[in-house]
């Protein structure tokens, strides 16, 4: 069965930078646009970043842009999230996502995507 597993997450102070990955099993990766979301407490589930399922195109939020970046690595089935200059409104649940590339990389509905990972906690402290 699919599986996507996340890792990565911790705690960071406010500046600071993590990265995010997120191994695939389970399906033919390359062929998958992968998108990261997050979730804060009593907040809905929010598009981060996708990028298509070869890797050559990316789409930010407007929240993240020109801090995180999103790349995959079709050899390893992972994708990765690099955040940097952390701020406490980036705390959240993350999640990573696999969407079968009927869409191209812009894909930021949740409800477009069809495997989901069980989310990894990342701390911001100010």
């Known amino acids: 069965q699919v599986q996507l597993v996340e890792s990565g997450g911790g705690l960071v102070q406010v500046g600071g930078s993590l990265r995010l990955s997120c191994a695939a099993s389970?399906?033919?990766?390359?062929?998958?646009?992968m998108g990261w979301f997050r979730q804060a407490p009593g907040k809905e589930r929010e598009f981060v970043a996708s990028?298509?399922?070869?890797?050559?195109?990316?789409y930010y939020s407007n929240s993240v842009k020109g801090r995180f970046t999103i790349s995959r690595d079709n050899a390893k089935n992972t994708v990765y999230l690099q955040m940097n200059s952390l701020k406490p409104e980036d705390t959240a649940v993350y999640y990573c996502?696999?969407?079968?590339?009927?869409?191209?990389?812009?894909?930021?509905?949740?409800?477009?995507?069809?495997?989901w990972g069980q989310g990894t906690q990342v701390t911001v402290s100010s």
């Open positions: 389970g399906l033919t990766f390359s062929s998958y646009t």
């Open positions: 990028i298509s399922s070869s890797g050559g195109s990316a």
């Open positions: 996502a696999a969407e079968s590339a009927r869409y191209g990389a812009a894909v930021s509905s949740r409800w477009a995507y069809d495997y």
